[in-house]
């Protein structure tokens, strides 16, 4: 369960990225971030999980307060962020087993993981490879995989399915379904409005900093009369 | 030609300002110029006392050219070497090669622009020696009107020769090593071949001006600042240069200035012909795409210790990073070995040097205060010199934010970044103490008494960089070069490794020796290591949660 309370951000003393955010998420529930670019996306994100601090308010994750209790609630979640250009010296599998020993996962649990994974993302033979030699999908294929293998309870996902091919995209998409089918969360960010559609329970559409929809897709279809959620969408944020 | 303005522009922007200007700077960047000219002060006094004290002496000989010939040689040595260092990130690794490569630019446009800036960045390096001296040479000779713009051309254009020569050099390293498997192996190959290269000319050039006492005895009877013509071996323009400068002829500034022309001539054509060959394909990595067999994924799915992993994850990025690897390591092993060269010969003489070490008194207990010094001096120069700790934030780029979302404390993170410091400085120190304690022969007791001080210096140095770091890491950079080349912070370890030690040195010289006086050095050290890692946790958790991601 993720817990956003009346949070804000401002940025150099002016400009407001997050304008009293506040979010409730079920266990069980898949959440589409939407909104355009330089909406508060990123930054509501980074609040979430400890990167930036909020200006007021709270984050809770399964009830822990990630500014007071930053450890234990860093447990709760696995990230993928937007930028999977990271360690590239390192090669996936040491990466995998470097994020796996950050989250103290078990020796036989981390092995099995890591190889049902690569099988799923076929990425069994590029293990051994530096990230470096990575194509850019591949980098957010062991970006997810390391965020996977430690098996956290909330998934958060910046744009999560940039680059990936469609094999992997419907992978992580079924892994998202199972995920919340367990009772467990998942919160991801999206432009692509078609998967949040036909993906997410809920959807929350935030502009300019400030949440201008939560709920479900019928109800938001409902109060727009059955448009499409790009033709909502628009209509949305044009009057936001 | 406008292709070329552009690029140049281009560089110098991201180079010198990155940021958008809109951020408000903290109070430390304010003051930073401020706060980097005081410390230099006493360094640039230093030098500035020491050039007068040296004219009092070369004025009355007329030899006060023999000043400026010492300047330019030392800038222009300077420069070659560091830009051996530096060439290769900016003219090859550096994050903008790719995108250059794909646009319709002529070779020589990339390289010039390149140069370009590599020549504004070597002037902020020569600057802190160069004006004292030519503040205290100004002073003393009081020279006519016409020296001050031939002073001006001839320190502008002082770095552009052995920068060319550096840049020819790795140009052509990069273009004739053959392509090796590994590309990652071929750069370290190069840059260390190029590097015994530049050793080699360096070694050949000074024999090659070694002159004898007789013909030195008679250039500096001749007065009239004869003892010039020494400087005409290494980098020929030199001479021209001083001439200009001494006799204010403005004949040599032309040949001097013509050879530069010359010299940027050779270079441009050189990089037309060459640049391409080394820069393509310089990101390619080697990938085998074979799946792991059995026992090396169990291998490699070992679990380890937060700590030690945390601390491996550092050594491997620091050792398998090119830049890293000669900037943060090399030079750690480099210096031994080149001081360990430098004392064979030294060594194989059987006369003097014999006599005066067998005379030592090595048992006398007065001597281990020294040696606990010596061994602390040892231990902050060798951790200063590495940048490891001072850059270990910076490296981390803009995916520094990564600390602040794992679940791991941050005084846990900062203290593997520690680790691999001290692991890094640990080898520097065993590589300089051993060779050196052979070499003098000094008892395995004292050599243990320095080894330990010079660990126990070394934990103090390196949580000091990595508190510099914390406090301001230079996380916004277009190469990895910038992360540890361009930045200040190994500045601001450097000068207290440097305080520290003639601090220190003063004291044991002017103590009256006790008994129990090693024992209070070690305390002394030991209380420091721990106020600096309690200092280094306040620091971390306070600063890190806000650390820019």
New interface residues.
């Given amino acids: 369960m993720i817990q956003i309370e009346n949070v804000s951000k401002v940025y150099s003393g002016k400009v407001k990225a997050v304008d009293a955010l506040s979010l409730t998420i079920e266990d069980g529930e898949i959440i589409g971030f939407i909104g355009p670019n330089g909406a508060g996306k990123t930054t509501t994100i980074k609040m979430m999980t400890g990167i930036l601090s909020p200006d007021t308010g709270r984050v809770l994750l399964n009830g822990i307060d990630i500014v007071e209790k930053p450890i234990e609630a860093k447990r709760q979640f696995g990230l993928v962020t937007d930028n999977p250009d990271i360690f590239l010296r390192l090669k996936g599998v040491e990466y995998l087993n470097f994020m796996a020993d950050i989250y103290d996962v078990s020796q036989s649990d981390r092995r099995q993981r890591i190889q049902k994974l690569a099988e799923t993302f076929e990425m069994s033979s590029a293990l051994n490879d530096k990230i470096l030699s990575y194509s850019h999908g591949m980098r957010q294929k062991i970006v997810v995989m390391g965020v996977l293998v430690h098996s956290p309870n909330i998934w958060i996902l910046d744009e999560p399915l940039t680059g990936l091919d469609p094999q992997s995209a419907f992978a992580l998409k079924e892994m998202m379904k199972n995920h919340a089918a367990e009772g467990k969360t998942v919160f991801f960010s999206t432009h692509v409005l078609e998967v949040a559609e036909k993906l997410c329970s809920k959807v929350a559409i935030i502009n300019k900093g400030k949440i201008l929809y939560f709920g479900t897709l019928e109800n938001l279809k409902k109060d727009y009369n059955e448009m499409s959620l790009e033709e909502i969408f628009l209509e949305v944020t044009r009057n936001a | 030609m406008r292709n070329f303005l552009a690029l140049v522009k281009v560089n110098l922007k991201n180079t010198f300002n990155l940021t958008d200007g809109?951020?408000?700077k903290s109070a430390i960047s304010k003051f930073l110029p401020i706060i980097i000219l005081v410390a230099l002060l006493p360094t640039i006094s230093g030098i500035y006392f020491l050039a007068k004290e040296l004219l009092d002496v070369l004025i009355p000989i007329q030899q006060t050219g023999l000043l400026v010939g010492l300047l330019l040689m030392g800038i222009s040595v300077t420069v070659f070497f560091f830009a051996i260092f530096l060439v290769p990130s900016i003219y090859y690794f550096s994050k903008d090669v790719e995108t250059l490569l794909a646009l319709p630019l002529q070779p020589w446009v990339i390289v010039a622009s390149k140069f370009v800036v590599t020549v504004i960045y070597e002037y902020f390096t020569i600057l802190f020696f160069a004006v004292p001296v030519l503040v205290a040479y100004i002073e003393k000779v009081q020279p006519a009107f016409g020296f001050y713009p031939i002073l001006c051309i001839v320190i502008l254009l002082i770095p552009v020769v052995p920068l060319i020569l550096s840049s020819i050099l790795i140009m052509l390293v990069m273009w004739l090593i053959p392509f090796a498997k590994n590309r990652d192996f071929f750069n370290y190959l190069s840059t260390f071949f190029a590097l015994a290269l530049a050793i080699g000319i360096n070694v050949l050039a000074g024999s090659a001006s070694t002159i004898s006492q007789d013909v030195l005895l008679n250039l500096l009877m001749q007065g009239n600042n004869s003892l010039t013509r020494i400087f005409t071996y290494v980098i020929p323009n030199i001479r021209y240069g001083v001439e200009a400068m001494v006799q204010i002829d403005y004949v040599q500034l032309l040949i001097y200035v013509g050879m530069v022309a010359a010299a940027i001539l050779l270079f441009i054509f050189i990089a037309q012909i060459v640049y391409f060959r080394g820069a393509i394909g310089i990101?390619e990595?080697?990938?085998?795409?074979?799946?792991?067999k059995s026992s090396?994924?169990?291998k490699?799915?070992?679990?380890?210790?937060?700590l030690a992993?945390?601390t491996f994850?550092e050594l491997?990025?620091l050792i398998?990073?090119p830049i890293y690897f000669m900037n943060c390591v090399s030079t750690v092993v480099l210096l031994p070995v080149i001081l360990s060269v430098s004392m064979i010969p030294a060594m194989q003489s059987t006369g003097e040097l014999d006599q005066i070490l067998s005379q030592i008194p090595w048992n006398r207990p007065e001597l281990g205060i020294y040696v606990i010094g010596i061994g602390a001096c040892i231990g902050w120069g060798m951790t200063s010199l590495n940048l490891i700790t001072p850059t270990s934030i910076s490296r981390e780029g803009?995916?520094a934010?990564?600390m602040?979302?794992?679940?791991?404390?941050y005084f846990t993170q900062l203290t593997a970044k520690v680790l691999s410091g001290l692991s890094i400085s640990l080898l520097g120190i065993l590589l300089i103490l051993i060779p050196a304690a052979f070499f003098i022969r000094l008892p395995w007791n004292l050599t243990l008494m320095a080894l330990v001080s010079a660990i126990l210096a070394s934990i103090f140095m390196n949580y000091l960089g990595m508190i510099v770091d914390v406090i301001r890491p230079k996380l916004v950079w277009e190469q990895e070069a910038s992360a540890v080349k361009q930045n200040l912070n190994a500045f601001f370890t450097m000068v207290p490794a440097f305080a520290l030690s003639v601090g220190l040195m003063f004291v044991i010289i002017n103590v009256s020796y006790a008994s129990w006086l090693p024992l209070i050095l070690y305390l002394v050290l030991m209380m420091l290591d721990i106020g600096i890692v309690i200092l280094t946790k306040k620091i971390g958790d306070k600063l890190l949660?806000?650390l820019k991601?």
């Fill in positions: 809109k951020e408000k990101n990595t080697s990938a085998s795409r074979k799946r792991l090396a994924y169990a490699s799915t070992l679990s380890g210790n937060v992993t945390y994850k491997k990025l398998r990073t803009t995916n934010y990564f602040k979302y794992i679940p791991v404390p949660p806000s991601g």
